[in-house]
């Protein structure tokens, strides 16, 4: 009963942000953050309209080529770990690594390594804690963060010579944000990052406008109208114009891909 209110709270809380978030262009997203922002410094909302009006909006997703396979190994973090394909490319699952919340794919020839996070699992209490505190703010003690930084730390000790490239989807979004803020990482790439006007993202927002160099390794990919990426324009941040009549489609992965 707990994880079923917690589902259609949560629901009811993505479609309240999901109203009047129909629209694509620029202006219109500046429109809705300007709303989500009205108990915000000045100071912030210049910052990220700024970010906003600087990222390249493009009409049709086409990604580059390794963007384009963080976006699969990305969709992959979704399935269960048992189904999970065992070879994409010159990459291959790593079985050690294999859990429900992250996978990994190594490329031994050219010493790469990339880890995706996992995002949202309706099914998952402590994902949606997760994306409820990311949306309300919540500046809280979570256990996929915690997660997230003790998994590449255990990467970095066991692949130390590979190259480390992070991707994630919503949530899996937003916890690629915290890795590469806290770690050296050698590229960062979300899709639809999971978002919230709350200190966290505020300072990565006045990071990636002042370039500071751990911002300078991360590729944002948002559809503009998203309700739960609305903030993400953190690092490069390259937005979609997808039309859908329903703004929690434009929020799904199934996009990129």
Not at 28 to 50: C, D, G, M, R, Y
Not at 202 to 217: E, H, S, V, Y
């Amino acid at each position: 009963m707990e994880i079923r209110k917690l589902r259609k709270d949560f629901s009811q809380l993505i479609s309240t942000k999901s109203k009047g978030l129909f629209s694509f262009s620029k202006e219109q997203e500046l429109k809705a953050v300007e709303s989500e922002l009205k108990a915000i410094a000045p100071a912030t909302k210049n910052t990220l309209f700024t970010l906003i009006r600087n990222s390249e909006l493009k009409k049709k997703i086409l990604l580059p080529q390794q963007d384009e396979l963080c976006a699969q190994i990305t969709s992959f973090a979704y399935l269960a770990p048992e189904k999970r394909p065992y070879q994409i490319g010159d990459f291959y699952l790593e079985p050690s690594y294999n859990t429900l919340f992250h996978c990994i794919y190594l490329n031994h020839k050219e010493k790469i390594c990339i880890i995706a996070y996992r995002g949202t699992d309706a099914k998952e209490k402590a994902d949606l804690l997760s994306d409820a505190q990311i949306i309300l703010g919540v500046n809280a003690i979570d256990p996929r963060v915690g997660g997230s930084l003790q998994l590449f730390d255990q990467v970095r000790k066991s692949h130390p010579e590979y190259k480390k490239w992070i991707c994630g989807h919503s949530l899996g979004g937003t916890l690629c944000y915290i890795v590469a803020k806290h770690r050296k990482v050698d590229y960062c790439c979300t899709f639809n990052p999971g978002s919230a006007p709350n200190k966290i993202f505020i300072l990565m927002l006045r990071d990636t406008l002042l370039k500071k160099a751990w911002t300078q390794k991360i590729h944002t990919y948002k559809i503009i109208g998203d309700p739960i990426s609305l903030f993400s324009y953190v690092g490069e941040t390259t937005s979609f114009f997808v039309p859908k009549w329903n703004p929690l489609e434009l929020h799904a992965m199934k996009n990129f891909l």
